[in-house]
């Protein structure tokens, strides 16, 4: 592992089933994001981990549910799929996300499409 | 509300010069980043602007003026794999990073 590990690469979902995105980081970051982009959209915070056992709200959280059990770990749960969901979805994550020069790196993207 | 403006898309020649703008409107200011995505990958990390002035790094340069809420991305000598989005984000007050939604440069050889 190199970075940040996303899995699955793509997936299709009938609407209604629960669906969990998983997000491994190697380089040891205190600070975690789930991101998902949309066309013409900004990228959007769903949820984030200042570290290890702590979890946050971003900007579009509902219907999404985080947990940080360790550093190196940050799955995000859909746990009832809807239609617009459907987005590709970018784990990240950073040395800390309260400091000024904070570079995120990201992990490539799970494509979800709801139907 | 807060809000970051970029062009849409912008086409450009190989071996040329480009200038891609961004400009924005927060609550407070934490600095300003810019990432490159190709198509189906990640954004990743170009540049990062925190005081006024122009930052170079190689054939690409930042700048940035906190008075007007303005940064662009200079890109010089332009290569076809620079085809790609280019992100810009600011860190407003609270260290919340608010995106833009992207600027797609075409080159054309």
């Known amino acids: 592992i190199a970075g940040i590990t996303q899995a699955p690469t793509s997936q299709i979902l009938a609407a209604g089933r629960r669906m969990t995105l998983r997000c491994t980081q190697d380089m040891r970051h205190n600070a975690m994001y789930w991101y998902r982009q949309d066309l013409g959209l900004g990228l959007r915070l769903i949820h984030y981990s200042n570290t290890a056992g702590t979890t946050g709200k971003g900007e579009v959280p509902d219907g999404y549910s985080v947990s940080r059990a360790n550093t190196d770990d940050f799955p995000l749960t859909l746990a009832s799929a809807v239609p617009s969901q459907t987005s590709v979805y970018f784990c990240a994550s950073s040395d800390s996300r309260v400091s000024g020069a904070n570079v995120l790196t990201f992990g490539a993207g799970s494509r979800l499409t709801v139907l | 509300g807060q809000n970051i403006d970029q062009p849409t898309e912008m086409t450009a020649t190989e071996g040329a010069i480009v200038q891609i703008n961004c400009t924005y409107q927060t609550s407070g200011f934490n600095g300003l980043f810019w990432y490159q995505q190709h198509a189906g990958e990640a954004p990743t990390f170009l540049s990062y602007?925190?005081l006024d002035g122009l930052e170079e790094k190689g054939r690409f340069s930042s700048f940035l003026s906190r008075s007007k809420g303005y940064s662009y991305l200079l890109l010089k000598e332009l290569q076809m794999k620079d085809s790609a989005s280019y992100l810009c984000?600011?860190?407003?007050?609270?260290?919340?990073?608010?995106w833009g939604a992207g600027t797609k440069l075409i080159i054309k050889p």
């Open positions: 602007n925190v």
């Open positions: 984000a600011v860190y407003d007050s609270n260290y919340q990073l608010i």
